[in-house]
C-alpha cells in the first residue's frame, strides 16, 4: 500500500492515459469492454487521488521526480537545482484532483447512456481520458514547462469534445473558438515561461519562487500568465467564449471542459501565491484579480438572466460563479503581505474561494447535467419551447432543483456556506464588495427561478407527452454529483476542515512548497 | 466553519422538519370536500374555456420584462459587446493585457 501511494501522482495521470491509448484497441472489438475499461480507469483514478489526499492530509506534501533513483529525490546528487520532471502535490494540488476524478467518473457514467445515440464513442471516451489527464497533470505537475504541455492535452481534447457533434453547425464553431483561445492562452503561457527560463535558466516552480526578483520581465510574465489563464477560466471580460463552447459541448463533457477551465484557476493561484508570493506587489496584483472577479461576477449573472438557451443560461452563471472564487482569492491576495489582515479574514477570504471551487464543481456540473438530460428528452435547448417537464422527468427536476438551490447560494445548501465564507470575510476588506456578491447571488436565484418556472413547471404540453425520464446510467450520474451536494451541505465543517482549510494552508506556506524541492531555505 | 461565524445547517434542516411537520397538520385540518374532476378543479368559474397549454405557459423571454426594460441603457451596450466573433474575444484579451502590464509597471 505504501509503494503505491508513493507512485499515486504519477499513476494517477498515467492509468488515464494508458486507458485513453488502449480504448480504441478494446474499442474495436467491443464497445460494452471499452466502456467497462473506461469506467475502470476513472474509478481507479479516483482511488488513487483519494488515498494520496488521505496520505498528504496526513503527513504533507508529495514530491514524486521521474527518473530518479528515489522518486522522492528532487534535486541529483552533485546538483542544485532538480532537474528532471517533477510532480509536487500538496494540499491544495490533491484538493483540485479530487474535483477532477470525481467529476471525470461521473461525466463518463453519464455519457455511457448518451453515447448510445451518438457515433464515434471510442474517440469520445478516448478524448475524455485524455482530459482527464491533461486536468491531473497540471494540478500535480511541479514544473512551469509541464504545466504548458498539460495545459495544450487539456486544451486539445477539451476542443476536440465541444466540437465532437459535428453535424450541429454550431458545435464545429463552439470547438472552434475554444481551440482558437486556448491556443492563444497557451502561447502566451509559453513566453512567459520562455521569460522565466530566459532569466534565471530554471522551469521549476519551487527553484523559480527560490530565486524570484520580481524584475520588470517577472512583472510582465505574471501579467500574461494571470490573463492566459483568467481567458481560459472565462473572467470578463475574456469571458465571451464560454457559452458557445458550454452549449455546445456532448452530455457530460461540459462540466468536465468547465472543470478543466477550474484547473487553470488552479494554475492561476498557484503562480500567485507560491511563485511569486509576497515578492510581488500584492496590493496591485489582488486588486487585479478582485476587480475580475467582480466584473466575472456582475457581468455573467445579469447576462445569464437574460438567455433563453438553457446551457447558454449556465454557462453565463458558470462565469458569474468563477467570480466569487476570484473575489476570495483576490482579496486573500491583496492581503497576503499583512499578516494582521491575513489572519483577520484573507484566510478565510482564501477558503471561501476554494470551498466555492468544489461547491461550484459539484453543482453547476450537475446543473449542466441536468440541462443535457432535456436536451437528451426535448432535443432542444430552447426555454421558450419547453414546459411542464416535472411531469415526465421527476428525477431530473429533483437534481435540477438541488443545483438550483445550491448555486443560488439557499440555506442549508453548500453554496451558501462557501459564500457566506467569501461574504462576511470581503466584507471586512470592502463592504462594497460583499454587497455586490449578495445582488449577484439574488439575481442567480431569479435566472434559476425563470428556468425552473419555464421547463419543468406550468401545464402539460402537447408536444412533450410522449417524453420519458432520461436512462439510468444518466441519473446515476447525476445522482453521484447530488449526493455529494448533499453531504456537502449538510457538513460543511467536515468538509472545510479536512480538505479547504488544509489547501488554504498549503497556499499560504510558499516556504514549505520551496524547501521541499529545494532542501531548507 | 470559520473564525467568524457558526452556521450549522443540521440546526436549520431540524427546524425545517419540524416547520414542515407543522404544515402538515395545518392541511390536514383543511377543506376535504374537494372532488377532483369537477367544476371545482376548472380555472375559470364563469365556465369560459380554457385557453391551449402553450398559451397558459409564461414563456422565458416573457419573463422579467420590466427588469430588462428598466435597465435596457446597461443591457444595450453589454448585448452588443458580445458580438460571437472570434477576433473580438482575442481584441479583449490583447487589449486587457496591455492594460494590466500598464498598471503593474506603474504601481511596481
Not at chain 1, 483519494?50 to 528515489?70: E, K, M, P
Not at chain 1, 495545459?151 to 470547438?175: K, M, N, T, V
Not at chain 1, 463552447?245 to 484557476?265: D, H, K, N, R
Not at chain 1, 455573467?300 to 468563477?322: C, E, F, N
Request: charged content about 10%.
Amino acid at each position: 500500500m505504501q509503494s503505491l501511494i508513493i507512485h499515486s501522482p504519477i499513476l494517477a495521470i498515467a492509468i488515464p492515459l494508458l486507458a485513453a491509448f488502449l480504448t480504441p484497441l478494446i474499442g474495436k472489438f467491443s464497445s460494452k469492454a471499452r466502456d467497462i475499461v473506461v469506467i475502470v480507469a476513472l474509478a481507479v483514478t479516483e482511488f488513487l487521488v483519494l488515498i494520496l489526499a488521505r496520505d498528504i492530509y496526513a503527513s504533507g506534501l508529495h514530491v514524486y521526480t521521474l527518473g530518479a533513483l528515489s522518486p522522492t529525490l528532487a534535486t541529483p546528487e552533485n546538483f542544485m537545482i532538480p532537474v528532471r520532471i517533477v510532480l509536487e502535490v500538496d494540499a491544495m494540488s490533491v484538493f483540485m484532483g479530487i474535483i477532477s476524478a470525481t467529476v471525470a467518473l461521473a461525466a463518463a457514467i453519464y455519457s455511457i447512456s448518451f453515447m448510445k445515440r451518438e457515433t464515434g464513442g471510442t474517440k469520445f471516451y478516448t478524448l475524455l481520458l485524455l482530459l482527464t489527464v491533461g486536468m491531473i497533470g497540471l494540478e500535480f505537475t511541479g514544473d512551469l514547462f509541464n504545466m504548458f504541455i498539460f495545459l495544450e492535452i487539456l486544451s486539445i481534447s477539451g476542443a476536440a469534445l465541444a466540437g465532437f457533434r459535428i453535424r450541429y453547425a454550431d458545435a464545429i464553431e463552439g470547438g472552434f473558438k475554444y481551440l482558437v483561445i486556448s491556443a492563444i492562452g497557451a502561447l502566451v503561457v509559453l513566453f512567459a515561461v520562455g521569460i522565466f527560463y530566459g532569466q534565471y535558466n530554471l522551469l521549476n516552480i519551487a527553484a523559480l519562487a527560490k530565486v524570484m526578483q520580481y524584475t520588470s520581465l517577472d512583472q510582465l510574465a505574471l501579467v500574461l500568465l494571470i490573463m492566459a489563464f483568467g481567458m481560459k477560466l472565462a473572467s470578463v471580460p475574456m469571458h465571451m467564449w464560454a457559452p458557445d463552447t458550454y452549449s455546445v459541448a456532448p452530455a457530460g463533457t461540459t462540466p468536465m471542459i468547465y472543470v478543466a477551465s477550474q484547473a487553470c484557476l488552479y494554475a492561476l493561484i498557484r503562480i500567485c501565491f507560491t511563485l511569486y508570493g509576497v515578492t510581488m506587489n500584492t496590493s496591485t496584483i489582488g486588486w487585479i484579480i478582485i476587480v475580475l472577479g467582480v466584473l466575472s461576477m456582475f457581468i455573467g449573472v445579469t447576462v445569464a438572466v437574460k438567455q433563453t438557451d438553457i446551457k447558454r443560461l449556465m454557462a453565463y452563471h458558470a462565469i458569474s460563479q468563477s467570480g466569487y472564487m476570484l473575489l476570495g482569492i483576490g482579496v486573500g491576495i491583496a492581503v497576503l503581505a499583512d499578516p494582521v489582515a491575513l489572519a483577520a479574514y484573507g484566510k478565510t477570504a482564501i477558503s471561501g474561494g476554494i470551498f466555492h471551487i468544489v461547491n461550484n464543481a459539484l453543482y453547476k456540473g450537475l446543473l449542466f447535467l441536468t440541462a443535457e438530460a432535456l436536451f437528451f428528452s426535448l432535443g432542444t435547448r430552447d426555454l421558450n419551447k419547453m414546459g411542464g417537464m416535472a411531469r415526465n422527468m421527476k428525477y431530473t427536476t429533483i437534481f435540477f432543483i438541488i443545483g438550483a438551490l445550491a448555486i443560488s447560494g439557499i440555506p442549508p445548501f453548500n453554496g451558501f456556506t462557501s459564500k457566506l465564507m467569501i461574504y462576511e470575510s470581503v466584507y471586512q476588506f470592502s463592504p462594497l464588495l460583499a454587497v455586490i456578491a449578495m445582488l449577484v447571488s439574488i439575481l442567480t436565484l431569479a435566472s434559476f427561478t425563470k428556468a425552473f418556472q419555464s421547463a419543468f413547471t406550468g401545464p402539460a404540453l402537447p408536444q412533450y407527452n410522449n417524453v420519458k425520464e432520461v436512462p439510468k446510467p444518466m441519473l446515476i450520474g447525476m445522482g453521484i454529483l447530488a449526493v455529494l451536494i448533499v453531504f456537502f451541505s449538510l457538513f460543511p465543517n467536515l468538509v472545510v476542515n479536512t480538505i479547504v482549510n488544509p489547501a488554504t494552508d498549503s497556499l499560504i506556506n510558499q516556504a514549505g512548497y520551496i524547501s521541499s524541492v529545494m532542501g531548507g531555505l | 466553519m470559520s473564525a467568524l461565524s457558526f452556521w450549522s445547517p443540521l440546526v436549520l434542516l431540524f427546524s425545517f422538519v419540524l416547520l414542515s411537520l407543522v404544515v402538515l397538520i395545518f392541511r390536514n385540518r383543511g377543506e376535504k370536500r374537494y372532488k377532483k374532476g369537477t367544476a371545482q378543479t376548472k380555472i375559470f368559474l364563469a365556465g369560459e374555456e380554457e385557453p391551449d397549454p402553450e398559451k397558459l405557459h409564461v414563456k422565458a423571454h416573457n419573463m422579467y420584462w420590466g427588469f430588462f426594460e428598466a435597465l435596457k441603457h446597461y443591457y444595450g451596450p453589454t448585448m452588443k459587446a458580445h458580438t460571437g466573433i472570434i477576433n473580438d474575444y482575442l481584441l479583449w484579451f490583447v487589449s486587457l493585457i496591455a492594460l494590466t502590464a500598464l498598471i503593474v509597471f506603474i504601481s511596481g
